[in-house]
């Protein structure tokens, strides 16, 4: 299975507050999981990435949260801002094919001012 | 600057009028790809390349065409474009798998 479930479709967070965006996954070959952030007109651009033997990675307000037992992954951006909002994309790849990468669905996410 | 680079940005066309979408990228990536992005569905694969003269189909071929002739280029063909072609299209690049892949600006595609 390539599928890649990705929920909610879309948040609405208030500034400040956690902005959570939950991933799952079936084919226990993927060894690499992106976070790919897009703004309107715009390519999606990668935020933050982490592969299966680590279960959390942290970068600024951005954190990956790992759980390979159930095939979960999501991303937590803390302190969300108006900048934020965007639509979200959690990816899934394997190394022997290359760079593919196996998209979920999106979520638009609105942080309100 | 480091840029992966789409033309046209926008794009109408009647049904099974041969059209090609190129895509150029100044970073010397050996991976090159093509996804459609759709509502609700994310983004797709159509085909990628992993070196130059080497393609190979992704997830949604059917319908398009590409070449590696040169590194930097890898351009998408449709041959005889249909209504449920249209859709936004991005090339991306990457060093290899596990990194980073960087997205074009995006191509709109409306076929009528």
């Known amino acids: 299975q390539q599928q890649v479930k990705q929920s909610p479709q879309s948040l609405i967070v208030q500034k400040g507050g956690i902005s959570i965006i939950n991933c799952a996954y079936e084919?226990?070959?993927?060894?690499?999981f992106p976070w790919y952030q897009q703004f309107p007109g715009k390519g999606p651009a990668l935020l933050i990435a982490?592969?299966?033997?680590?279960s959390e990675k942290k970068e600024g307000r951005f954190t990956i949260s790992f759980n390979k037992s159930a095939k979960q992954f999501s991303l937590h951006i803390m302190d969300s801002q108006p900048g934020d909002s965007a639509t979200y994309f959690c990816?899934?790849?394997?190394?022997?094919?290359?760079?593919?990468?196996?998209f979920g669905a999106g979520t638009i996410l609105r942080v309100k001012s | 600057e480091a840029q992966v680079t789409q033309n046209p940005r926008y794009l109408i066309t009647v049904t099974g009028k041969k059209l090609t979408v190129t895509c150029s990228q100044n970073?010397?990536?050996?991976?090159m790809s093509w996804y459609r992005q759709d509502p609700g569905l994310g983004l797709r694969q159509i085909y990628y390349?992993?070196?130059?003269?080497?393609?190979d189909k992704g997830d949604v071929p059917e319908g398009y065409k590409v070449s590696r002739k040169e590194k930097r280029n890898f351009p998408l063909i449709l041959e005889s474009p249909s209504p449920n072609q249209t859709s936004l299209y991005f090339c991306?690049?990457?060093?290899?798998?596990?990194?980073?892949?960087?997205f074009g600006q995006g191509t709109r595609l409306t076929v009528v």
């Open positions: 991306a690049s990457s060093l290899g798998a596990m990194t980073e892949a960087f």
């Open positions: 084919n226990t070959a993927f060894d690499y």
């Open positions: 982490i592969r299966p033997d680590v």
């Open positions: 990816a899934a790849s394997m190394r022997e094919y290359g760079n593919k990468l196996v």
């Open positions: 970073m010397n990536h050996e991976y």
């Open positions: 390349s992993m070196n130059v003269e080497v393609t």
